[in-house]
Nanobody, 123 residues
Framework: QVQLVESGGGLVQAGGSLRLSCAAS????????MGWFRQAPGKEREFVAA????????NYADSVKGRFTISRDNAKNTVFLQMNSLKPDDTAVYYC????????????????WGQGTPVTVSS
């Protein structure tokens, strides 16, 4: 069983940056595809980015390409989401998740989820 804990969310002005982290409080992430999703109030959870277990492949939602970067440090059992040039539309609760397949771009592909960390981007 894998338990995920996100951190790094907060309030930032438009154009600013945040770095989210996702660590395993239980279990080992090294064999999983790891993904980031987000959910804004009143909207469905949407895919943001995913990274293959060895970091060799990544994919991104069109809305974040060129601004967000997903990475992982398997030695530290942690995944990151660097978010630059943030926009008010990026405001959401951000979730990390673990999947046993790649690619994995919808919530149903993922087996384990964290509790989420809120990100608010002010204009």
């Amino acid at each position: 069983q894998v338990q995920l804990v996100e951190s790094g969310g907060g309030l930032v002005q438009a154009g600013g940056s945040l770095r989210l982290s996702c660590a395993a409080s239980k279990g080992n992430l090294t064999t999983y595809t790891m993904g980031w999703f987000r959910q804004a109030p009143g909207k469905e959870r949407e895919f943001v980015a995913a990274i293959f277990w060895d970091g060799g492949f990544t994919n991104y939602a069109d809305s974040v390409k060129g601004r967000f970067t997903i990475s992982r440090d398997n030695a530290k059992n942690t995944v990151f989401l660097q978010m630059n040039s943030l926009k008010p539309d990026d405001t959401a609760v951000y979730y990390c998740a673990a999947a046993s397949r790649y690619p994995a771009v919808v919530p149903g592909h993922y087996n384990h989820w964290g509790q989420g960390t809120p990100v608010t981007v002010s204009s």
